[in-house]
């Protein structure tokens, strides 16, 4: 196994880890009234991040061409979660165990991906770009319209 197999498949685990913690942290509505409301569907923010993070992961482990664009995706989520939640734009769901993770993955994944460590295809800046702002949407989805 080569360092790209190693890392991916510490990826892959600390997604599924965190992944199974988060999962276990969502409230079950009592009532079916509670599967309509925003608060409901905010939970699954976290979750959402630690998805991203399995797919980084997986797209790393195959060297997918795609890999690097998925890794800014998962890092710019992940950082961005942190941000708006210590600028005041909206609480963050996220545990502090599960920020700290995903602060560190991020900052690796964001390195991995911007220095093309791998040789698995420069990321150009419309793919950075893009990447920035898949991040910014799915942040926003589950804090500012879900919630």
């Keep these: 196994m080569n360092k790209r197999q190693l890392l991916a498949t510490l990826f892959i685990i600390i997604a599924l880890v965190l992944g199974v913690l988060l999962f276990l942290e969502i409230k079950v ?6 599967y309509f409301k925003f608060e409901y569907y905010n939970q699954f923010g976290p979750l959402a991040i630690s998805v991203e993070f399995l797919i980084a992961g997986y797209y790393l482990f ?12 998962f890092a710019f989520t992940a950082l961005l979660d ?66």
Excluded: D, Q
């Design 29 to 34: 509505p009592k009532e079916l009234s509670g």
């Design 62 to 73: 195959i060297k997918h061409t795609k890999t690097n664009f998925v890794l800014a995706v």
């Design 82 to 147: 942190p941000i708006f939640n210590i600028t005041g734009l909206f609480t963050s769901l996220v545990p502090l165990y599960a920020t700290i993770v995903f602060v560190c993955c991020a900052l690796a994944a964001l390195w991995l991906s911007f220095t093309n460590t791998f040789e698995l295809g420069r990321i150009s800046m419309i793919a950075a770009f893009g990447s920035f702002v898949l991040g910014t949407a799915v942040e926003l989805f589950f804090n500012l319209w879900a919630g």
